[in-house]
């Protein structure tokens, strides 16, 4: 870890992105994913670095749709590993659900080390993809499942996921609750229902909120709740913050 101090105007960020380098150093993340980061990092900017409104709202509805899942699956990949294993765990317990890891980029051996990472933080059920069920409506590596985990699952907890299969996902019919920093994105409109957050703020909250919920409350939370209602609040606020920091900037040069 790089020697970042505290008193650092950005030091949350860099060190979130010191965990991440680690990854890549340790085998987990792909070096692909440092880019990914990077690129959720600048919509954090956007949304002020914060857990807003927005994402509570999702966030409640997630643990709901999560509580009431027959067979609810936790998706894992390296950046996810590297970013949150202890809060993975949690959620996991919580949920009494399983971890699955599924992985755009196999390098060599990285999918074996993600699992053993997840067991090393307290994971006791870490599912691995086989060959033996695929995905339909999809052609990556991403389409090789355990056939008693995502393929089984009702719903499907996957943050930082990609387009192409949180959409074969939903066409297997399957709900995807997801954390996506990026509300523009394919997954963030595909998903049944998208955290628009840091997924280092985002899991404890939802870990808090599932253990918070009651069964009488859960099926009123989803009923109430519209994804496309609250990508578009998500939007709303980049987009008044954005404006508002054009005009302190206009402001400052008068």
């Keep these: 870890m790089s020697d970042v101090p505290k008193t650092h105007p950005r030091y949350l960020s860099l060190t979130l992105r010191d965990t991440i380098v680690a990854g890549v150093e340790q085998g987990i993340t792909s070096i692909h994913g440092l880019i990914a980061h990077g690129r959720g990092e600048a919509f954090d900017y956007l949304i002020g670095e914060a857990t807003q409104p927005f994402a509570i709202e999702a966030i409640h509805a997630a643990a709901a749709m999560l509580r009431l899942a027959e067979h609810p699956v936790i998706s ?3 950046n ?3 970013l949150v294993p202890d809060a993975l765990v949690t959620l996991g317990q919580a949920l009494n659900a399983p971890l699955e890891v599924n992985i755009f980029h196999t390098e060599t051996g990285r999918e074996e080390r993600i699992r053993k990472h997840l067991l090393k933080h307290g994971a006791s059920n870490v599912l691995m993809p086989t060959t033996e069920a695929q995905l339909s409506y999809i052609d990556s590596n991403r389409k090789f499942v355990h056939p008693e985990g995502i393929f089984k699952a009702d719903v499907i907890f996957v943050p930082l996921e ?3 299969r949180c959409e074969a996902l939903r066409k297997m019919g399957k ?3 997801t954390v996506d920093l ?4 394919r997954t963030a409109k595909q998903a ?4 628009v957050d840091n997924v280092v703020r985002a899991l404890p909250l ?8 009651t069964d009488s409350t859960t099926q009123d939370i989803l009923k109430k709740y519209s994804n496309e209602a609250v990508l578009q609040k998500a939007l709303q606020h980049i987009s ?4 508002g920091n054009q005009r302190k900037r206009e402001a400052e040069h008068r």
């Design 175 to 177: 709900d995807v609750v």
């Design 206 to 213: 939802l870990c808090e909120e599932i253990r918070k919920l």
């Design 192 to 195: 049944s229902i998208t955290i």
């Design 182 to 185: 990026n509300p523009m994105s």
């Design 76 to 78: 894992v990949n390296g």
């Design 80 to 82: 996810v590993a590297a």
């Design 162 to 164: 990609d387009g192409d």
């Design 240 to 243: 008044r913050s954005r404006n």
